[in-house]
């Protein structure tokens, strides 16, 4: 594939629209303003990365990984796998052009319709449902949002959860889940860029190198570049200004270590600037933006959520699970570990609750396969609730365990362990603050809130079912003061009716000060950061809805006009 991203020598001075970030929100944001006929800019964190450069070992893995704890940063600034440690939440997500959708699971799907009927959200938005159907509709016809094939082989990991649904008497609540992931087209796709079909590898959360997941860099990127949109990464974007009818975006360069040196900032100019850097950075950007100025609403980094994730896993159970990812190894089509999530037990009945919830079986990727042996043997070990019984189920889990310890992962009780991630509803009380100029986390008691211990006792019921190990995260635990891990960070921008209640309005604009519903004409925020609570569900659709709701918005505030057909 071409490379998207320009030189940096060839950036401009002045755009009709910046856009910063490029996951779902920023991407699509690019490509829909591009289409309108305006000049567009997007600026990366970090770099671009192609099918077939993604690392599959942990070596590879290592210079691609950074670490920000409160103490220090470890690792590049614009290293792949992005990792947020603070005192009650982790944050993992991707860095790259592209954003998360690198590194994700792929699963599209839509939160029970008594989520968007929430008072917390804006009523306009409420009262327009119809706008957010169709993007909902624009966003699936884009991201070929499609079930695993019914006629390719049963994964193990998801024979294994239909197994467990149907002995827990919810086996109408299983079903393969909508995915991001072609499986038929070999060749061009909609966009012109070429993609071969899924072989199952399981590698989707380390990077599709088999150019089969439809991340960003396959639809809404190419498509913002075929229309004339500017794409530059490693661009460390620090701070927006507003001057006169313009804004000032100010940044500096990683990869010549200006950031390091804390180097003056470079600037360009436009009408239009989009904040697109993620639940995270959007909010620290804001932050510091209203540390050199500029007024906005007392809620900015307020109602962060982890989307009520919560990571366990069934360990050394009766059936085989499959659900560690190639990594160097051949790959078996006949006996696929599929996409990283290809199944789900919905248990959220249409209703919007505490008790509702989803449960999706997941894949480790091989890059962490040896790792993740001595991991979870351990964990189940000094943690794990073993749900079998008896002399012979005692045998066979020794065995199983025997065979992984001398064959490796791939093998016994490792080949037997399923990993589940759950999405629930949170109380979304993080926020987010600037501690010497680094975004941190504050949220005491997130990991004890009763919500997770009610998962946790129904993953128990789950492994039950297999006579596995039931294995919490290591992380919550009271050694390490039941800390959460989550992969979907929402809130710290949320929408609001004015400025007492919200960062943005409706359309992502943001308010101009601490009350009212003035807002800023040329400021808007479009990702994560604008939900205003927990989904129940994975959110990576619904911001992209309310993305492409806000660019119908944009332009059609301005008069300006775009379509969705493809030449």
């Known amino acids: 594939m071409s490379r998207l991203a320009s030189p940096i020598s060839q950036i401009k001075s002045t755009y009709d629209v910046i856009v910063i970030g490029s996951g779902y929100g920023g991407s699509i944001t690019a490509s829909r303003m591009a289409r309108a006929g305006k000049k567009v800019c997007l600026l990366e964190r970090g770099k671009e990365f192609q099918p077939g450069e993604y690392p599959n070992t942990f070596k590879a893995a290592s210079p691609e990984t950074q670490i920000d704890t409160p103490e220090l940063h470890i690792g590049k600034k614009y290293g792949l796998f992005d990792v947020r440690v603070n005192k009650e939440i982790n944050v993992v997500q991707g860095c790259g052009l592209g954003g998360t959708?690198?590194?994700?699971?792929?699963?599209g799907m839509e939160p029970v319709p008594d989520v968007l009927k929430d008072p917390v959200w804006p009523v306009a938005l409420r009262n327009d449902h119809t706008t957010l159907q169709f993007a909902y509709r624009v966003v699936n016809d884009m991201l070929k949002t499609t079930p695993y094939p019914d006629e390719r082989?049963?994964?193990?990991?998801?024979?294994?959860?239909?197994?467990?649904?149907?002995?827990?008497?919810?086996a109408d609540k299983w079903k393969y889940t909508p995915v991001y992931v072609n499986f038929d087209i070999e060749g061009p796709n909609h966009v012109g860029v070429e993609q071969k079909p899924c072989i199952g590898c399981g590698e989707c959360c380390s990077g599709c190198n088999f150019f089969a997941k439809n991340t960003m860099i396959m639809n809404y990127l190419p498509d913002a570049k075929n229309h004339g949109a500017e794409i530059y990464t490693v661009v460390n974007v620090r701070f927006v200004e507003q001057q006169g009818s313009e804004w000032k975006v100010h940044y500096n360069l990683f990869i010549?270590?200006?950031e390091d040196y804390d180097a003056p900032t470079k600037f360009i100019t436009a009408k239009v600037v989009v904040l697109a850097a993620g639940s995270l950075g959007s909010t620290e950007l804001l932050l510091r933006s209203a540390q050199k100025g500029l007024s906005c609403s007392r809620l900015t980094g307020h109602h962060f959520s982890g989307n009520g994730d919560f990571l366990a896993f069934g360990y050394n159970n009766e059936l085989r699970a499959n659900s560690i990812g190639i990594g160097t190894r051949p790959n078996n089509i006949e006996d696929?570990?599929?996409?990283n999530i290809a199944s789900i037990i919905d248990l959220r009945n249409g209703a919007d609750g505490q008790d509702a919830m989803v449960i999706e079986e997941g894949v480790v990727p091989g890059l962490m396969a040896k790792s993740f042996k001595t991991l979870i043997s351990t964990a189940a070990g000094l943690e794990g609730k073993n749900t079998g019984t008896g002399f012979k189920d005692a045998w066979k889990k020794f065995l199983r365990a025997t065979v992984s310890f001398f064959r490796g992962p791939y093998h016994g009780a490792t080949n037997h362990t399923l990993t589940y991630l759950v999405m629930t509803r949170d109380d979304d009380r993080g926020q987010m603050v600037l501690e010497k100029d680094r975004l941190r986390?504050?949220?005491?008691?997130?990991?004890?809130?009763?919500?997770?211990?009610?998962?946790?006792?129904?993953?128990?019921?789950?492994?039950?079912?297999?006579?596995?190990?039931?294995?919490?995260?290591?992380?919550?635990?009271k050694l390490f003061s039941d800390e959460l891990v989550t992969v979907h960070p929402l809130g710290g921008c949320i929408m609001g009716d004015d400025a007492s209640?919200?960062?943005?309005?409706?359309?992502?604009?943001?308010?101009?000060?601490?009350?009212?519903?003035?807002?800023y004409e040329g400021l808007?925020?479009?990702?994560?950061?604008?939900?205003?609570?927990?989904?129940?569900?994975?959110?990576s659709l619904t911001i992209s809805a309310l993305a492409e709701r806000n660019c119908i918005y944009m332009a059609k505030d301005r008069g300006w006009t775009f379509g969705y057909e493809f030449p």
């Open 441 to 477: 986390i504050e949220w005491p008691g997130a990991g004890t809130q009763p919500v997770f211990e009610k998962v946790s006792n129904k993953l128990l019921e789950l492994t039950g079912k297999l006579d596995g190990v039931y294995t919490r995260n290591p992380l919550w635990t």
């Open 101 to 107: 959708s690198l590194i994700n699971a792929n699963v």
């Open 501 to 519: 209640r919200g960062v943005v309005n409706h359309k992502g604009q943001v308010f101009t000060g601490v009350s009212g519903d003035s807002v």
């Open 524 to 539: 808007y925020i479009s990702d994560g950061s604008i939900v205003n609570r927990p989904l129940g569900i994975n959110p």
């Open 336 to 339: 696929p570990i599929g996409p």
């Open 153 to 170: 082989p049963v994964p193990a990991k998801a024979h294994s959860m239909k197994t467990a649904a149907g002995k827990m008497g919810v």
């Open 256 to 258: 010549t270590g200006e």
